[in-house]
């Protein structure tokens, strides 16, 4: 979008600020996401009032204009009413008369328009022959009898309803105010102030959605609402895209056929101006429903060519009047993969019988029938081996069901006519797991891989999987709004949109903490698909990662319920749809599941607090119900059914047949006090069998934290005990207590006593039963590296964990730039390099590099494990790839090696990161400096975790995030 | 022990009768088992009143016999209270008057005796100079004023003690009635028949048990009964010990020393007249205990032998006047294997060195001290490596931990004159997994290996580690009554030996049961012990299996607790421990697992039933939290402490921290009624994504069963269904019903009316919500093999499964005989071939073998698997070995593998039988005979599955115990 400014918008300029400074940038609600503001609620000198005095200015449409207008100017009517109570009129342009009116029309299409064009009131010069483009103006005396009139003119029939549903958005009606329920604010009047807003249209083609997966959520809600998934609820879904400034979508296809289910469907799809197609897999416009209904004979064009292009030939013929994309090509029944005989020579000829039968049935010139060949799965195999169709046909190049694109078009391919698009996914129904349930999309990645989409040229079509749609609410306005204007929206607006978003829904009060509490949800969700997540995930025993991970999310749940607090109750609704239930939903399951591996772990441990544990998993478990019960109960029902995806009970990559809550198990403590004790680090029980003498990780100077041990009970009544350290400045707390369940305590020093270099303490944990447990702590406090003394990472408890945004230098050139992608991935955030386009480069000398400077107090065998994003080689030519180097070392190439093996995939998609590895000798202690060098654009690194462990001493120790990041020894 | 008749015994001919006939025969209780009674209350004319009208005959016994025995009198006397409550005199044998008295003495030792052997009165012949014989005799006017005697007269000390013994079990006295409380049942009058009972004592030379692995259990329990395990605790060991005929015994060693702890203990033990030693890896009668409290230095004889050479010639010079077993040699510290670095020389060396200070400190013959080198785990590895010790020491062979003798001596090892003794477990603590809760050990399997040790004369000294002793009465009763002679104790006289031990301790009435009811829960603990059952065990889709198993449990509840009921309360608290308790906590354990299974099982399948199984398990851990209590507070709280050990939580070899429930799920059904299929031999719930339509196993004319599936409920509301069959003979029962959780239908077939050949049908299931289900059926009628035409067994369901002992033909010639175990092993019994001193045999030709007709419907691979007893090779040279063949094809050699790998053993031992393998190819259908041929003694073979699945026609399904028997077609 191109925003001519008449006056300056605030909003194109605003910073991330905090809650107050933004309060006040944001004063009113109702706009659209990234435009210049136009409308306002109190009369200003130049303003004209499109309500007031319980008088709406008309609506002015001609009858020639298309349907879709036409229909897109009632809904402006219902918004105006809906904002102010009242009901503008809709009136042809010819006759009205009025002070102030809107007039709507199309370039081409609507007298009204082109004769304000032909006459020079109009300016339609900027939007006239494109694609979708549309202008807002405020215009004086446009017509005998009106005096202004706020003109929305659009460059083809979609163009106008985007100009139209801009003024609703504008006025305060969220695109989302029927599908989450967002409330509008009444205004008793409302002005339109002067204004020029010309947008030449979007940057790519074809927007769209894809409704997929859709039992039990979607199937079940819409057959409580409308008797199916039918016309009655699929004009929601038309009306949703286009408010969206979508265009495109792909229909439900589980048990589903669109265009024959309900014949109105695609009628009205078309008269709305949605562009229809079939999915990935299913080709020329039947869905598969319709072959397993109608079909004879086998799904396979060796076998049954006859049948099969009959069946087609009958599917083009029936939508031949409708706007489409046609589908080619064709892939085994049930969108798995067709039999292994088939080979790139069938599939050749196959669609070249289908653009045979387009050419008889819809147009001669197939070259004007918009046709794409998705690449789906093992059909990119195909390609890669050789198969092409048509330059005319878009090529359809997809992620890897987990939001990592697998290919981008060539310098060759991005010439091809036909263009290139994308099929990504928000939801997905397939292997490691499905994950069909909660919003777990950060924004953040999808601007990295869509970006990328974008600088490639694959903008002809986006479609993005959205499951049962409800849930992604977020996610999707992101999608759209970036395709629509790639430009507009670089990574650093990610928060700006977030606040926009959140502000126009919510209000401004809480705009950047509803903002913060959407991509915080996101970000933990993006770290690991909560269907994933199992009692072992995080670590319950090393670098305190399931309190850690555990506490974000009763942060994020404080502050989202703070927020739920302060809001009005008639934005509860919403709130709870968008904001407030995967917070809620998702802390619960996280608090199950960690309270799960906690009963697993103190089961096998012997703690009295397994059953405690046992019961928390049950709690949780039926506080998720009620949360889902609460969700179905939103705007008296209206969502019912819209949460009933089981979420709890992956044993495969399938979803369970209900939900099914984690095991649990239960103990019989043993008669009387049973002292016993846990340290951090090690996961067993003491005493036990075989197990070493306890001993937890090192303390250091620099980090000065904590070390805990616990002592715990294996029987059913309370001890007592006493702790004492040996050393002066070696701190236990508590230093004694009684102990039913549990008791933590924690280690630390008083440096200012602890001598300089290696000390070994010990701490003595007495019980009032049986015999005491000494455990042993190692103080590092080194004579050659003082405190305050140096830059760089320390090594301590034998690794070294980075964040990789932490680098002591960022070194680029003229044609490489290091950027930091704040938040990006599971912690810090990313680093990266730009341009995405550019050539790999070979690393060495001044090449462009990170350094990471470290000070290793052992030397040796050093293990560098890189935490980089799941991407993929997006260019067949160009495998992923960084270099790796101490010092003065020759870097070494390493390879993210995307596509490996399914088992490498699916463990990099899973944990949501991939690792490489690659090993060096450090020849002595001291500083180091570790460089990542820059290779191929596309590598987004996010942690490094250096490994200095032997087999005498432990390094890094099992965790699901790694290590808390290393301490610096400060400047 | 030989009988030497007076009157004939009817104890000696028991035959396995009914309770109702052994009533008769058994109409009194009281006895010695496998004696013959010479006791009765009721009088005779010949008999001799031991207790009558108020007055009990007095015990004369000489001052100067041994102190033991004289204490043995004592307990004569209070036994003979006990049982009549007239407490009788206890006089010296001069001077005291009566008209019947009992007369007590050792030969050699008792004045009294030497007088009447002098006198000609009493023939000591046939005890005289033997090791630890007796005789009991009625004496006419044996001395001045004593009319008639009872002459109890020994061989040497424990001999007589034996006899004073034998009389006290005469009249009723249980050698368990302090350990198991069982009752004594009061008799007015005692009488002694005219008898002449010469036993020339035991085969076994030394016969004693191992209190071992005893935390929690016995630990517990003797430090609130007696404050700690000290002499006031052994003293009951050692009486019971001599009860039952035993003079031996390996203390308790935990954190325990014996001879340390209390010095008491050590002398009392050899004034009672036990022999003690230390066990097999506490060398020179010093405790472990005794080291870990006072060693210094090393366990480490190659660096520390100056102060190891002290400890040991202190602990030996302590001991040097009790009577012991002196172990030598020595294992690493804990009862774990030595250092790599030692070596047989170095071991050789100091057996040198102990026996050099034996000589010192003992007697500068050593050869006169008994002494022993226990060739446990690696150690007999230092044995077979060429290790050796002087001919004199004993060799203690060991089993595997898992009552698997590893060795035996060869014939030239059977002419060492220090001979060769067992180490045998009925508890451990150990892999593959610690069984030390309940008594596991099936008489037969005992037998068959000590009958082994027996005839390859390993025959020295028997001891056997009892863990905590309470739990495993019954089995360490017969443990040592096979050792004292085991030509009387065939392996068909086991039930014999159950029911005399049943009936003296409950009375006649119910003895047959109780045997039936000790050897039937130990023959189901012994398939799988306790603490290796898993939800996983037993097949809850295959062969009824899960149902199958917990059927056999249910009915020994069923008719324990109906015994229960009749016995006197008196008697329960004895019943309880002995042979209830077991049942209840076993059936329970039992029940508890096959409910978690179905509970894991069915969350995935998505069953509503779920959560009622996660109940059952909840409430079984309850239940066996309540037995446990029973338990405790028996007899005023007796025995508290003794079911401490924790049975359920196992996750590695070693005991859990606690008992621990099995983890279970609960499931939260989906909303209104969601119909799902289960059906037999399949673990899926249906529908699922990418399963193959159901089927059930075929049905035969042979067997004529049914087979079943389950409508099920995914949903919270209940659905009705109908079932039809597509052919009139096909029947599902029930035809309609409801399904709120559960329903199963059984199915079946009119074999009259099912067509000759084989039919696949159909059944249809139709709910009242959403699509039917089709289970498919073949029913198998073969025209070619009509049942009753041939007496062999039949391929169904692609497997053919034989109990062993349900041969065709058992062909034997003069070398070999076959005989069947019955009641061995997991299932129906054992084949095997005796004697088990024979070579082995060439098999082919004549030679020994067992045929089994086999009509087969396929051809082709078939894949013969045979269950075995777990045996060790416990030959050097002779592996344990069969051979296999098909009609006449050459027979194959089968090894029996013993040893061969780790996992193999464990798997072998985890589920109490190896499978072994041969494959074959059948040529045609039809008639074959498969032949097992004997090759080595020692193999026990109790079951064979044959499979004839392919990858398309599924043979064998999974299962623990493996398929039911096959069909037969009948003759």
Not at 105 to 111: A, E, L, R, Y
Not at 197 to 207: A, E, F, I, Q
Not at 572 to 577: C, P, T, V
Not at 751 to 772: C, D, E, F, H, I
Request: aromatic residues 10%.
């Amino acid at each position: 979008m191109t925003i001519i400014p008449v006056s300056s918008s605030v909003l194109r300029l605003i910073p991330r600020l905090g809650g107050l400074a933004l309060a006040c940038l944001l004063c009113a609600s109702g706009y659209a996401l990234g435009s210049e503001r136009f409308v306002s609620f109190e009369p200003a000198p130049q303003d004209a009032a499109l309500v007031a005095a319980g008088v709406a200015a008309p609506l002015l449409v001609d009858a020639a204009d298309w349907p879709g207008v036409r229909r897109a100017v009632s809904d402006l009517q219902a918004d105006v009413e809906r904002v102010s109570g009242v009901k503008p009129a809709v009136a042809e342009a010819g006759g009205a008369t009025a002070p102030f009116a809107v007039l709507v029309g199309t370039v081409g299409k609507s007298p009204l328009i082109d004769g304000l064009a032909k006459s020079g009131k109009l300016d339609v010069s900027g939007i006239s022959g494109r694609w979708e483009a549309f202008q807002l103006q405020l215009v004086e005396k446009p017509l005998p009898g009106i005096d202004r009139a706020l003109v929305i003119a659009g460059s083809d029939k979609r163009g106008t309803i985007y100009g139209v549903y801009e003024l609703s958005q504008q006025i305060g009606v969220s695109p989302w105010y029927w599908w989450a329920d967002v409330p509008t604010v009444h205004r008793d009047a409302v002005y339109v102030r002067p204004v020029r807003l010309v947008d030449d249209g979007p940057t790519v083609k074809y927007r769209g959605i894809f409704l997929n997966d859709e039992a039990p959520a979607l199937s079940g809600w819409a057959k409580e609402k409308f008797g199916g998934i039918n016309s009655k609820m699929y004009v929601h879904v038309f009306e949703l895209i286009l408010r969206l400034r979508g265009n495109f979508l792909w229909p439900a296809m589980w048990n589903n056929a669109f265009n024959e289910d309900d014949p109105e469907s695609p009628r009205l799809a078309d008269e709305y101006g949605i562009v229809m197609s079939t999915s990935h897999h299913e080709p020329m416009l039947r869905a598969q429903q319709e072959w397993a209904r109608h079909g004879s004979g086998p799904w396979d064009y060796s076998k049954n060519e006859t049948v099969l292009r009959q069946f087609w030939a009958d599917g083009v013929r029936r939508n031949r009047d409708f706007e489409s994309i046609v589908t080619l090509a064709m892939r085994g029944d049930g969108d798995e993969p067709m039999s292994e005989e088939s080979n790139v020579a069938l599939l050749e000829k196959i669609v070249a019988d289908q653009r045979a039968i387009l050419a008889k049935e819809v147009d001669p010139d197939v070259t004007k029938i918009q046709q794409v060949w998705a690449l789906y799965k093992e059909v990119q195999d195909y390609y890669e081996r050789g198969m092409r169709v048509p330059d005319d046909v878009t090529l359809l190049w997809c992620d890897d069901n987990w939001g990592n694109i697998r290919r981008l078009p060539n310098a060759a391919e991005r010439e091809r006519a036909g263009g290139a698009g994308i099929y990504y996914h928000f939801d997905y129904v397939g292997g490691p797991r499905c994950y069909k349930w909660i919003n777990t999309i950060p924004l953040t990645k999808v601007w990295e891989q869509m970006n990328l989409a974008w600088q490639y040229d694959a903008t002809r079509i986006w479609v993005v999987n959205v499951g049962d749609l409800k849930p992604m609410e977020f996610p999707i306005e992101y999608f759209l709004t970036f395709a629509w204007d790639p430009a507009a929206w670089p990574y650093e607006r990610i928060g700006e949109f977030s606040e926009q978003w959140a502000a126009r829904e919510f209000g401004p009060e809480h705009a950047v903490e509803i903002a913060a509490l959407v991509n915080g949800y996101t970000k933990l969700n993006g770290r690991r698909k909560p269907e994933m997540i199992a009692p072992e995930t995080f670590s319950l025993v090393n670098y305190r990662e399931a309190e850690r991970v555990f506490a974000e999310w009763a942060d994020l749940l404080a502050r989202a319920e703070k927020v739920e607090a302060a809001l009005p109750a008639a934005a509860h609704d919403a709130f709870f749809q968008l904001v407030l239930y995967p917070i809620q939903a998702c802390a619960n399951l996280n608090e199950l599941y960690v309270a799960a591996g906690r009963n697993r772990l103190y089961s096998v441990q012997g703690r009295f607090d397994t059953n405690r544990e046992a019961a928390r998993v049950r709690q949780a478990f039926d506080t998720d119900a009620a949360l889902v019960q609460r969700y179905h109960a939103l705007a008296g029902g209206k969502w019912n059914h819209q949460m009933d995806q089981a979420k709890f009970g992956y044993v495969t990559w399938q979803e369970p047949a209900a939900e099914v809550m984690p095991a649990v198990s239960a103990l019989r403590p043993n008669a009387g006090p049973v002292p016993a004790l846990a340290v951090e680090g090690r996961p067993e029980g003491m005493p036990v069998w075989g197990a070493p003498p306890p001993k937890v990780p090192s303390l250091d100077v620099y980090s000065q934290g904590t070390r805990w041990v616990e002592l715990f009970n294996r029987g059913d009544a309370p001890y007592t005990f006493t702790a004492v350290s040996d050393q002066p400045w070696l701190k236990v707390t508590p230093a004694c207590g009684e102990v039913k369940d549990t008791v933590r305590l924690e280690i630390s020093a008083d440096w200012s006593a602890v001598p300089v270099g290696n000390t070994t303490a010990k701490v003595t944990l007495q019980p009032s039963q049986g015999r005491p447990f000494t455990v042993t702590v190692l103080l590092v406090n080194p004579a050659e590296l003082r405190p305050g003394s140096f830059a760089g990472f320390v090594e301590i408890d034998n690794h070294v964990a980075i964040e990789a945004p932490h680098f002591s230098r960022a070194i680029g050139d003229k044609q490489t730039e290091w950027r930091t992608l704040a938040d990006f991935g599971r912690t810090l955030g990313g680093v990266t390099t730009f341009p995405v386009l550019a050539a790999p480069r070979t690393p060495g000398g001044h090449s462009p590099r990170l350094e990471y400077d470290i000070h290793f107090f052992s030397a040796g065998d050093a293990t560098v494990e890189f935490h980089v994003a799941p991407s993929l080689d997006f260019q067949p030519d160009m495998p992923l790839q960084f270099a790796v180097s101490f010092d003065d070392e020759t870097p070494t190439l390493v390879k993210v090696g995307t596509w490996e093996s399914l088992p490498s995939w699916e463990k990099a998609v899973g944990d949501g990161v991939r690792r490489v590895m690659s090993t060096h000798t450090l020849g002595k202690p001291g500083r180091h400096t570790l460089k990542v060098w820059a290779v191929t654009p596309g590598v987004v690194l996010e942690r490094i975790v250096i490994d200095t462990g032997t087999a005498r001493r432990p390094g890094v120790r099992p965790s699901y995030l790694g290590p808390i990041e290393s301490p610096r020894a400060g400047k």
